[in-house]
């Protein structure tokens, strides 16, 4: 496996992961090769800020005689484009899964540059249905493998969690377990809290330069703020401590805390990004952003069967027991042959 960095927080890190554990599951061996982060081998010239291009011949002795290559989003976004074009000719004519998680005509600063590059062994894969529709308009042919779940959490500490961050007694919590960056509408999180006059928590810092924007934001909230998790807790305890997860992107690939709030049991409201349209179609149901007297009566009494109902549908589609037999059906056709 093949990407800009693994082991860290970002979504393609946390789904690489999940992609790593299957295929062990399934018997096989898998080195990780990034540019930063956590790998098993680290090349220079991968990571996305690299100011020189990966040698050629390190990284043909990094990914050495593998019988797949699993590319993670080196190839799809141009975040570092001679180390895209280094990875694609290493692979040419070799049996790899190109893993899109993101492609560039979705992020406007972006859009003008060119898509992924394509090979007759190659198989490419994408995380949702719009991503898929649009590399078949320019003729390339796409699996749809959605991001997958544990959807038996382990429970996590609420009172712990809402003491190590200062929210007393009975203060409703928002957590909005994001990044801050643009795309992620910290804005619109934040209106969210303070008219359902609860406490704001950003879990991610800041990244992409908005620093300064979201500390403009953080001085004039009209409520309390929180950001950041003390060490020592885990997910589970950010999601115990909520009462209402907010997901107020503009642009998401998929949008984790839409099913990790599901497996959560936690009420989601939601900006109407494109690709959330896909889950809801699925059965999935979430709050919008302006629906306040809804989420104050979901707070005060949470709605057993919307949640029980949301779980059922992530079940069938989303669970992470599902995923080392679907990626088992892909590995196996990609290792047989340029698809007909």
């Given at each position: 496996?093949?990407?800009?960095?693994?082991?860290?927080?970002?979504?393609?890190?946390?789904?690489?992961?999940?992609?790593?554990?299957?295929?062990?599951?399934?018997?096989?061996?898998?080195?990780?090769?990034?540019?930063?982060?956590?790998?098993?081998?680290?090349?220079?010239?991968?990571?996305?800020?690299?100011?020189?291009?990966?040698?050629?011949?390190?990284?043909?002795r990094a990914i050495g005689n593998a019988d797949l290559v699993i590319v993670e989003n080196l190839c799809s976004l141009p975040l570092n484009v001679p180390a895209s074009e280094a990875v694609a000719s290493v692979l040419e004519s070799r049996p790899a899964i190109l893993h899109h998680h993101d492609l560039p005509w979705q992020r406007r600063h972006l859009a003008h540059?060119?898509?992924?590059?394509?090979?007759?062994?190659?198989?490419?894969?994408?995380?949702?249905?719009?991503?898929?529709?649009?590399?078949?308009?320019?003729?390339?042919?796409?699996?749809?493998?959605?991001?997958?779940?544990?959807?038996?959490?382990?429970?996590?500490?609420?009172?712990?969690?809402?003491?190590?961050?200062?929210?007393?007694?009975?203060?409703?919590?928002?957590?909005?377990?994001?990044?801050?960056?643009?795309?992620?509408?910290?804005?619109?999180?934040?209106?969210?809290?303070?008219?359902?006059?609860?406490?704001?928590?950003?879990?991610?810092?800041?990244?992409?330069?908005?620093?300064?924007?979201?500390?403009?934001?953080?001085?004039?909230?009209?409520?309390?703020?929180?950001?950041?998790?003390?060490?020592?807790?885990?997910?589970?305890?950010?999601?115990?401590?909520?009462?209402?997860?907010?997901?107020?992107?503009?642009?998401?690939?998929?949008?984790?805390?839409?099913?990790?709030?599901?497996?959560?049991?936690?009420?989601?409201?939601?900006?109407?990004?494109?690709?959330?349209?896909?889950?809801?179609?699925?059965?999935?149901?979430?709050?919008?952003?302006?629906?306040?007297?809804?989420?104050?009566?979901?707070?005060?009494?949470?709605?057993?069967?919307?949640?029980?109902?949301?779980?059922?549908?992530?079940?069938?589609?989303?669970?992470?027991?599902?995923?080392?037999?679907?990626?088992?059906?892909?590995?196996?056709?990609?290792?047989?042959?340029?698809?007909?």
């Amino acid at each position: 496996m093949v990407s800009f960095r693994f082991g860290l927080a970002d979504g393609v890190s946390v789904e690489s992961a999940k992609w790593a554990w299957a295929l062990r599951a399934l018997g096989h061996t898998v080195t990780m090769v990034a540019g930063s982060g956590h790998a098993d081998v680290l090349v220079d010239g991968l990571e996305i800020g690299a100011t020189s291009p990966p040698d050629r011949f390190e990284l043909a002795r990094a990914i050495g005689n593998a019988d797949l290559v699993i590319v993670e989003n080196l190839c799809s976004l141009p975040l570092n484009v001679p180390a895209s074009e280094a990875v694609a000719s290493v692979l040419e004519s070799r049996p790899a899964i190109l893993h899109h998680h993101d492609l560039p005509w979705q992020r406007r600063h972006l859009a003008h540059l060119a898509g992924p590059p394509k090979d007759p062994a190659w198989r490419h894969v994408v995380i949702n249905e719009l991503s898929q529709a649009q590399l078949a308009h320019r003729k390339i042919d796409a699996t749809v493998l959605p991001n997958h779940f544990d959807l038996d959490p382990p429970e996590g500490n609420r009172a712990a969690m809402r003491a190590a961050i200062g929210v007393r007694g009975s203060a409703t919590l928002v957590v909005h377990p994001v990044r801050a960056i643009p795309r992620k509408n910290v804005a619109a999180a934040l209106r969210l809290s303070e008219r359902l006059g609860a406490i704001y928590w950003l879990v991610g810092g800041a990244e992409d330069g908005f620093d300064r924007e979201l500390d403009h934001l953080f001085e004039y909230a009209r409520t309390g703020v929180r950001q950041g998790v003390p060490e020592g807790f885990t997910i589970a305890d950010v999601y115990a401590a909520a009462d209402v997860v907010v997901l107020s992107s503009t642009w998401e690939g998929f949008g984790n805390s839409t099913i990790e709030s599901v497996a959560y049991r936690k009420p989601l409201a939601r900006y109407p990004y494109p690709v959330i349209a896909e889950l809801e179609r699925r059965g999935l149901r979430y709050f919008d952003l302006d629906a306040i007297e809804a989420l104050e009566k979901f707070v005060e009494r949470p709605d057993a069967e919307l949640l029980d109902e949301n779980l059922a549908v992530a079940r069938q589609h989303f669970d992470l027991a599902l995923l080392p037999g679907r990626l088992n059906r892909l590995v196996r056709a990609t290792l047989a042959g340029p698809a007909r």
